[in-house]
C-alpha cells in the first residue's frame, strides 16, 4: 500500500507541475506521498526521520513548502520543498545513484 501511494504522490506531483504548477494536484501528491512513506517505514520512524537536529533546516522547508502550496503559491511553495527534499535526502542520493549505477 505504501508503495503505491508514493507513486501515486510522485505521479500527482508530476502531473501538476506539468499542468503549470495546479495547486490542488501538488497538494494532493504531496499529502500521497507523506502517507505513503508513512505507510512504509512507519510512523515513529518517520517522525523520527523528519525532526532529526541536523536535518531540522530541512524539514522545515519542506513543510513550509507543503504549506505555501496548500496557501495556492505552488512555484514558490515547490521550490521550498525542492530545497528541503534535497537537504533531508542528501545522505541517501550517493547510495541510489551507486544501486543506478549497478543496475
Known sequence: IGVG?????????LFGILLYFD?????????LFLTGLVF????????????????????SFFFGGLLVVLM???????????????SLFRSFFPVAFGFLGSV
Request: no cysteine; proline share 6%.
Open 5 to 13: 501511494l508514493v507513486g501515486f504522490g510522485l505521479f500527482f506531483l
Open 23 to 31: 495547486p490542488v494536484l501538488l497538494a494532493f501528491g504531496n499529502l
Open 40 to 59: 512504509i517505514i512507519g510512523f515513529r520512524r518517520t517522525f523520527t526521520f523528519f525532526f532529526q537536529r541536523p536535518k531540522l533546516k530541512g524539514t
Open 72 to 86: 495556492r503559491w505552488p512555484i514558490l511553495g515547490m521550490l521550498l520543498e525542492a530545497y528541503g527534499f534535497i
